[in-house]
């Protein structure tokens, strides 16, 4: 039996080809050969929304989602309606890059809160799971989960950097705990304790 693996979570059209020694041709069937089945290569902003959704159409493996990264300031903020239109197009199978980062904003963040909110509603809306980024954010990012009523939804905790208080109130509200790289650093032995403790 041969192992299938899934990229869960990647920028393609984000890479540095060059370095990759190769198009992108090349290094999605190296990584067909080395067993990855499917990828889901995720939006971060409204300008990068057609290129991830071209590459999806472009590769039969590929996937998409559509939404705006927290860390995407000044940017076009779209409404619940446009995600909930943007996200009706072949291949796309969730709403993100969305949540909070606490860590690398500024000043008043009440703009990074309305438009999560507007993720969680585009996401009941049309159906599809949420791909969540929190960063130092812990309990805005739980309460308005709550308060949005994401559970009925569900979807991942991307690169989950939080404590076993968090994960274990993400998972009652119906998300998976997504662990990056990060868990093999070496000061990141509460985070390990964290993915010891999340059921497989």
Partial sequence: MSLSLVDS??????????????????????????????VLCVCIDMGN???????????SHVFASVGVHPNE???HDPEVQELVDLAQAAKIVAIGETGLDYFHGQGDLKWQRERFRRHIRAAKQCGKPL???SRNAKDD????????????????MHCFT???????????????????????????????????????
């Fill in 9 to 38: 979570h990647c920028h393609l059209d984000r890479l540095d080809i060059a370095k990759l020694g190769g198009d992108l041709d090349t290094v999605m069937a190296t990584a067909r050969q080395q067993g990855v089945s499917h």
């Fill in 49 to 59: 929304c057609l290129a991830v959704r071209a590459l999806a159409n472009h590769y």
């Fill in 73 to 75: 300031k000044d940017t």
């Fill in 131 to 133: 791909i969540i980024h």
């Fill in 141 to 156: 990012t739980l309460s308005i989960m709550r308060e949005e009523g994401a559970a009925e939804i569900g979807g991942v």
């Fill in 162 to 200: 939080e404590d076993w208080e968090m994960a274990e109130q993400a998972m009652e509200l119906n998300f998976f705990i997504s662990f990056s790289g990060m868990v093999t650093f070496r000061n990141a032995e509460p985070l390990r304790e964290v993915a010891r403790r999340v059921p497989l």
